[in-house]
Every structure is written in C-alpha cells, then in structure tokens.
C-alpha cells in the first residue's frame, strides 16, 4: 500500500478530533479515529456537569454542521449555554454516529507511540517517505500497529494537570496526599457532594476552573450549613484584581458574570482568600491538611481542589522530529502567538498547519495540546487548525494558508507576568479539556479592555 492510500490518524475522539475527521472527509482524505476511552470524548466526560461560557454558536465546527445537517440534526439554539453532558449528547454523538464517521472511529485504542515506520529520531535517509507507525493498546492490553500517511494528536491535556507545587513538581507531601487532592473541577454539587459537603477546602488556581469550584462550594455551603473555604492564588495587587476579568465589558457574557461572582464571594468575606502564595509543601497535622510557602502557613482543611492549568504528555512522539518552544511546549512558530509571559490576549493570531508543522513533515498537534502550557486556547481556533491541517495534507496549501478566525473580542490585556501568572489564566472551556479567555479587563487605559465594547473580530492571514 502506498503512502497516499493510508488513512490519515486522528488520536482524539472529542470536539477537535472529530471536527478534523470531518475536515478531512471533505478533503478526500480517510480518516481513523482513535479514542482511549470506551465511548467517544472521554476528557469531555471527565467535567460534563461543568457549563460552558461560550455559547453553543462558538461550540460546533462548520464541517461537522455541514455533515449533521443532511441527516435531520437540529442545532442547539445558538445563545444557549451548554454543559459538557450537552454538548455529548446533542453534537458529538450525532457527529460520532454518522455513517462516514462511526466506521473510522475505534473506541478503547490508547496511542502509546507514534514513530517513522523503521526509523528512530536519529536516522535521516529516507525518513520522509516512510509511513507513520501509531502503536496502540487496546483494553484488554493488547498492543498493535497501524500505519498512516498523516497523524493529528488532537489528544489534549485534561489527564495531565499542573501539580500544585509552586516550582512546576508536585510539592514535598503533595503525592502522598493525592487521596485528599483534586485537580481540575470535581462535580462538587454531584457525585462528588459527600466528599466536600460540611468540609474546610482549599482551591488553588486564578482562572476560570477554580471560579467554577469556588461558587459550587459556596453553594454546598449554603445548602448543607457548614464549611469553608480557603482560596489560595500566586497573584498579588493589580495583577490579583485582573483575575475578575472583564464582567459586562466580557464579549462572552456568562463569562465575565463568573468573575463578578466570585468577587461578590471575597467582598461578602465567604471565603479567605490568600495572595502572593505559592506552594512549597504540604504536611498532614492532627488539625488537617497544612500548606506553607516560604513565608506562611494556611489554615488547615480537609480537601484540597488544584486549579493550575494543564500541560501537554509529549512522551508518545518521543522519536519523532519535533520543534517545540523550551517554555511554552508548543510549535515553536506558534509559541510566540500565545506565550503566557508575553502575548496580549484580546486576540489569537490567525494559525494553521503552516505555524503546527514539524521537522517529521505531516505530523501535527492540535487543539488544546498544540498550546502547550498556554492557557488561551477557544474551540474555533482548534477548528481552525484543523480546518486548515487538512487542507495541508490533501495538498492544497493556498486553502492551508487561508486562515480565519473570527472570535469574541473584549479588548486587550497585556502582561509582564511578573508574579508568574497571565490574565489568561487557564479555565474549563475545552479544546478537549480545557478552554481558556480570549480577554478580560486587564486593563484600565482607555484602549483596554475594561472600557471596550464586546464585538466579533475577524482575524485572517493569507
């Protein structure tokens, strides 16, 4: 079989995965999609009582609509603001059940390496030519190769959070207390109620995902009458009061009432909320779980939720050519866009295969993880990228080249990230796992955010 007649891999089943199946269909491309878990998003699964910010009209990618629409789908209502469980149950299983789509998809196949097909990272001559070899585990344990023309790891980050440990690595105790730890957003007001109902909670994180732990807590106080919370984030200052984010002036309404909410939270004084506060252990005392800096000691509580973003696993492209910025993790001509330590995050630069490539031609990450550790990453522009990674691969690199976004605007925020935190901090909307803000009142100069007028804006790059 040659190059040309092998499927191109997919490893991913959520919204990103599947949108560049659809893609690719519409490109003549076979696709093969491949999913850990034994039903399609399975990081998806993992936060589904959380709801979105974005509207359902920022949620579904155009190739996919255009494959639903023939086969008597309904859209959801655009202004409708969706869980995780409704985005599933009313996009991604239709999409997934679609007869062009359900016989390339195969559930419980775990990508555990993806190499040159009898190349390792060091050999040269004739690497090009040589077909993708995806190795796989299956549930049962078994192991098997598949070959490809193309891969897109449109895997994404939710299974690897940042730990809360202050220098990157999990605090000293911080392992041996993972019974007492959650990362990312625990379904406080479900399945998770009589673990945190009536107890003393620490929340670490300044973005999104801890605002949504903070008020599921104080509503599980509220109901049950008991408990407390203890609200830890590393900013400081100015750069703590940009964490509200841009409230009414937010281009995602539901987004900028999160950040109000909370404040109304810290100025009630229903939590305590410590700044300027990076972990360095953890200590399990006759009183509770204690957490010190250099400096201080908290309170003690009975759990802990971390809310410190997430990071790419790189390890199953471990002999392939990759080129990667050394502090984002993302392609290196993509990291400038977005790296946390510099980008002003009121826009995305329009990007697509020619900013994803890599040294080992027609292999691209997408999606949550083609950010690396930078926490701004919206649906649209993972459909985007996929959007245009597929025109690559079929060989149509004008179309490749042609890339639009359009997204919410709110205006712009800059940083010099000098306490080690970004006004994009990471939050729950998704790109397989987590989505972050495009903006938020960082600003308050007349041309920022806090003074902007919410807008689409139109970014393109020909």
């Known amino acids: 079989m040659s190059n040309g007649q092998r499927p191109v891999v997919v490893i991913g089943a959520g919204p990103v995965g599947l949108a560049a199946a659809a893609h690719l269909l519409e490109q003549g491309e076979e696709p093969l999609i491949l999913e850990r878990g034994s039903e399609i998003a399975a990081n998806v699964r ?136 959650a990362y990312g957003i625990p379904d406080l007001l479900g399945a998770e109620r009589s673990r945190y109902a009536g107890k003393r909670v620490l929340v670490a994180g300044s973005g999104h995902s801890a605002f949504n732990v903070l008020l599921d807590l104080a509503t599980l106080i509220d109901e049950t009458g008991t408990g407390s919370i203890v609200w830890a984030v590393r900013r400081s200052g100015r750069r ?41 252990r953890l200590d399990e005392t006759p009183a509770g779980i204690v957490a010190s800096s250099r400096t201080e000691a908290l309170p003690p509580v009975d759990e802990i939720v971390v809310c410190a973003g997430f990071r790419p696993d790189l390890s199953i492209a471990r002999e392939l050519r990759l080129d990667l910025d050394p502090a984002v993790e993302a392609p290196r001509r993509l990291a400038p866009m977005i790296d946390p330590n510099l980008h002003s995050c009121g826009s995305v630069p329009p990007h697509g295969a020619e900013e994803l490539k890599h040294p080992d031609p027609d292999f691209y990450i997408a999606g949550m993880k083609s950010y690396g550790r930078a926490p701004t990453f919206l649906l649209l522009t993972g459909y985007e990228q996929v959007r245009s990674i597929a025109c690559a691969i079929a060989g149509d690199l004008v179309a490749a080249r042609d890339v639009r976004l359009v997204l919410p605007e709110t205006g712009v925020c800059s940083t010099d990230l000098g306490d080690g935190g970004s006004c994009c901090d990471s939050t729950i909307e998704l790109g397989e796992t987590a989505n972050a803000r495009i903006g938020g009142c960082c600003d308050d100069s007349p041309g920022g955010c806090c003074g902007s007028t919410p807008q689409l804006i139109t970014l393109t790059r020909r």
């Open 240 to 280: 703590l009061e940009q964490s509200f984010g841009g409230g009414a002036a937010d281009g995602l309404p539901a987004r900028g009432r999160l950040g109000q909410r909370v404040r109304e939270l810290v100025d009630a004084g229903r939590l305590t909320l410590v700044s300027g506060f990076k972990t360095t």
């Open 46 to 181: 993992d936060w589904s009582h959380v709801r979105f910010f974005s509207p359902w009209r920022y949620v579904t990618d155009d190739a996919a609509v255009r494959l639903l629409t023939p086969t008597g789908w309904i859209a959801p209502d655009g202004d409708a603001h969706p869980t995780g469980a409704d985005i599933i149950a009313a996009y991604l299983a239709p999409l997934a059940a679609h007869p062009t789509i359900a016989p390339r998809l195969r559930l419980d196949h775990r990508v555990v390496a993806v190499t040159r097909d009898g190349f390792d990272k060091s050999l040269t001559p004739g690497r090009n030519g040589a077909p993708f070899r995806v190795t796989v585990e299956t549930a049962d344990g078994r192991q098997d190769d598949l070959l490809a023309k193309a891969v897109i790891d449109a895997s994404g980050t939710w299974t690897h959070p940042n730990p809360l440990g202050g220098s990157g690595v999990p605090a000293p105790g911080e392992m041996a207390l993972r019974h007492r730890i």
